[in-house]
C-alpha cells in the first residue's frame, strides 16, 4: 500500500467571503472527504494536512477581545486549539464519507509539533499572515495593541508573524506506525505546533509553520510516494499574469529549479509550494504535485491535470517542461 500527503490550505476549509461558521466549514470538508474516499478505494493510505490561518486567526481574536475576562492565547497554543479544531471537522467528515462509502478504515487526528531553531532569523521578521482581512482604521488600533499589521493581496491588512523553518516533526514516527493500519491519518495541522528543544524538553514559541514546508518534511519521512499541494489555481504559471503565462504540466527538478533562478516563483505566493514539491523529490518521493483543491483525485490519477514534478526525465517523457496556455 502506497502513502499520499495531500495538504489542503486553511482556507480550503474557510473560504474566502464565508463568515466561518462551523457548518460552512464542514460543507467544505464534506467535498474534500468525498475526493479522499475514492483515493482510498484505489488503495492508498492517505495523511491529510492542514492550514490553519483563517482559523487561528479567529481564536487569536476571539482571545484579545475577551483580555479583560480570560487570560490571552499564547500564539503556538492557539495553533494546537485550530489543530483540535480542525482536525474535529475533518475526522468527523471522513470517517462519515467512507462509511457511506462501505469502508471500514480508521482515520485519526495526530496533534502534531514541529521542532525549530530558536534563532531563526524569522523571530526578528514576522511575514506570515494569519487571520482575516481588516480595514486601515482597524488595523491601526490592532497595531497599537501590538499585533504586527501589513497591507495583504489588496484586500486589506493582515496580522503577520513569524514563521521559522521547520527542522522535525516530533510525531512523525507515531504517524508512520498509523499508517500501517491504512485508512487516513489527519497530521501537521497549520505546520505544527511551533516548539524549540531544550536539553530534550519541547517549549513552546510564539510563531506559525508554513504548513507546506511541514507537509514536505513530514512526506519525507515517512516514505510517502507522492506530495500534494493543494492552492487555489490547477497548475502552476510561469510569466503569471502576463498574455505569455503558461501552465506548467510537467517537469524535472532541474527545469523547476531553473525558472525559479529566473524569479519565476513569488516568495508570497507560488514560492513556498514551489520549493516545498523540489525538497520532497529532492529526498527521494516520487512526484510532487501542485493543483486545485478540487483537482484531488484527477491530479493523482492522470498527467495532464495540475503540475507534476518528478526527480528527473524518465525515458518516454519529453526532454523539456510541458506546458499549457493557463486559462
Not at 490553519?52 to 503556538?76: F, K, W
Not at 480595514?135 to 497599537?144: H, K, P, S
Request: glycine fraction near 12%; aromatic fraction near 4%.
Amino acid at each position: 500500500m502506497h502513502t499520499l500527503v495531500a495538504a489542503f490550505g486553511g482556507n480550503a476549509i474557510h473560504r474566502a467571503g464565508e463568515s466561518g461558521t462551523i457548518d460552512e466549514q464542514r460543507a467544505n470538508v464534506r467535498s474534500m472527504a468525498a475526493q479522499l474516499c475514492l483515493l482510498c478505494h484505489a488503495g492508498w493510505s492517505i495523511v491529510v494536512t492542514h492550514g490553519n490561518g483563517p482559523q487561528v486567526g479567529d481564536i487569536l481574536l476571539r482571545s484579545e477581545i475577551a483580555h479583560e475576562c480570560v487570560p490571552p492565547v499564547s500564539l503556538d497554543i492557539a495553533g494546537a486549539m485550530s489543530q483540535g479544531q480542525i482536525g474535529c471537522i475533518l475526522q468527523q467528515e471522513i470517517h462519515n464519507a467512507l462509511v457511506a462509502d462501505g469502508l471500514a478504515l480508521p482515520v485519526t487526528t495526530v496533534l502534531t509539533h514541529s521542532v525549530v531553531d530558536r534563532n531563526d532569523p524569522a523571530f526578528q521578521r514576522p511575514t506570515k499572515p494569519i487571520g482575516r482581512f481588516y480595514n486601515r482604521e482597524d488595523a491601526q488600533a490592532l497595531a497599537r495593541n501590538g499585533w504586527h499589521m501589513v497591507e495583504d493581496s489588496g484586500r486589506g491588512y493582515r496580522r503577520v508573524v513569524p514563521s521559522p523553518a521547520p527542522l522535525r516533526i516530533v510525531e512523525a514516527d507515531a504517524i508512520r506506525r498509523l499508517l500501517t493500519f491504512g485508512g487516513v491519518v489527519i497530521a501537521a495541522g497549520g505546520g505544527g505546533v511551533p516548539v524549540v528543544e531544550d536539553k530534550g524538553l519541547l517549549l513552546g514559541v510564539e510563531a506559525v509553520i508554513d504548513k507546506d514546508l511541514s507537509s514536505q518534511q513530514l512526506a519525507s519521512i515517512i516514505g510517502a510516494r507522492q506530495l500534494v499541494l493543494l492552492t487555489s489555481v490547477d497548475a502552476v504559471a510561469v510569466d503569471y499574469g502576463t498574455s505569455q503565462q503558461r501552465d506548467i504540466r510537467t517537469a524535472s527538478v532541474g527545469e523547476i529549479r531553473q525558472l525559479e533562478s529566473g524569479g519565476q516563483f513569488a516568495t508570497g505566493s507560488m514560492g513556498p509550494k514551489v520549493r516545498a514539491a523540489l525538497n520532497f523529490v529532492e529526498e527521494g518521493g516520487e512526484t510532487a504535485i501542485i493543483t486545485s483543491a478540487g483537482n484531488l483525485v484527477a491530479a493523482v490519477v492522470q498527467e495532464n491535470v495540475g503540475t507534476r514534478i518528478y526527480r528527473e526525465r524518465f525515458p518516454g517523457r519529453a526532454a523539456a517542461p510541458v506546458f499549457s496556455r493557463g486559462q
